[in-house]
């Protein structure tokens, strides 16, 4: 092979690997600095530009939600365990299956309308512009997903917008 | 000189057939004598690049340039990973993932 040709490669090598290097060891370096000052409200504080008191509200909201939604996942996890032993290992969905399973849908339900109106309650805590922001955003994070699951069980389907 | 070699000579040069010159003869000759004496000019646009790489302040301006565009598209992507690991938190904090 040519010289110049090799001189070249190598060159090209060499900036490949100081390019790569430096941006792995920068986005790195970014990652770690910035989720160890977070904490769990941090993304709030910095994606709708929110002040000490704004906050601090917000913190008071959120420690008194964290509870109920304990308790209330909890409640899930248990019986869901009881759908879970309801359906055994037969074949078919008996009446207490779906009794079990009429009953974890209410509570799956009760518990999104706790969390709904937690979100409602953040969202007034925030300015208005950042308040409809941040509604929104939970609703299509929280809710929509399942709208996604759906249509793409049923592609030719229309569920709803009829 | 012996007058008999002058005319021997004489005889010699008339009877020397000289070739026809090609066309365009001393044009072409004219045009030779001007390449050779001009500077080299045929190192390659390789060469050049090669050239300019061994070159020690061409090749560290270029590695400072390359560290400094990569630890800044990094730092880019890595705010952008932070602030998703963020959201990512909260989210799974506020609604779990046996609600969603």
New interface residues.
């Given amino acids: 092979m040519?010289?110049?040709?090799v001189?070249?490669l190598a060159?090209l090598a060499?900036?490949a690997v100081?390019?790569?290097?430096?941006?792995?060891?920068?986005?790195?370096?970014?990652?770690a600095t910035?989720?160890h000052r977070?904490d769990?409200?941090?993304?709030?504080r910095?994606?709708f530009h929110l002040n000490d008191v704004e906050m601090a509200r917000i913190r008071q909201l959120?420690e008194g939600?964290?509870p109920e939604?304990a308790r209330m996942?909890a409640m899930?996890?248990a019986k869901?365990a009881e759908v879970q032993s309801a359906l055994g290992s037969g074949t078919n969905v008996t009446a207490q299956a779906q009794t079990k399973l009429a009953e974890l849908g209410q509570l799956?339900a009760q518990?999104?309308a706790n969390?709904l109106r937690?979100?409602i309650a953040v969202s007034q805590a925030m300015p208005p512009e950042e308040g409809r922001c941040y509604l929104t955003e939970?609703e299509k994070?929280?809710?929509n997903?399942?709208e996604q699951i759906e249509q793409s069980m049923f592609p030719g389907h229309d569920h709803g917008n009829n | 000189m012996n007058p008999e070699d002058t005319k021997l000579s004489a005889l010699l040069r008339q009877s020397r057939v000289s070739p026809a010159l090609p066309p365009r003869f001393q044009e072409k000759v004219w045009r030779r004598i001007e390449d050779a004496d001009a500077p080299a000019n045929s190192a390659?646009w390789?060469?050049t690049?090669?050239?300019l790489?061994?070159r020690p302040r061409f090749?560290y301006a270029?590695?400072a340039v390359?560290?400094?565009?990569?630890?800044?598209?990094?730092?880019q992507?890595?705010?952008n990973?932070?602030?998703q690991?963020?959201?990512a938190?909260?989210?799974a904090?506020?609604?779990?993932s046996?609600?969603?």
């Fill in positions: 040519k010289r110049p040709l001189i070249l060159a060499i900036g100081v390019f790569a290097g430096s941006y792995f060891a920068g986005k790195r370096a970014c990652v910035m989720s977070a769990d409200l941090s993304w709030l910095e994606e959120h939600y964290m939604c996942c899930i996890a869901n799956r518990c999104q969390m937690h979100f939970m994070i929280t809710l997903s399942h | 390659s390789l060469d690049l090669a050239a790489a061994l090749a270029i590695i390359l560290m400094l565009a990569g630890v800044l598209l990094g730092a992507k890595g705010v990973i932070a602030k690991d963020a959201q938190r909260y989210v904090l506020e609604a779990p046996a609600l969603r």
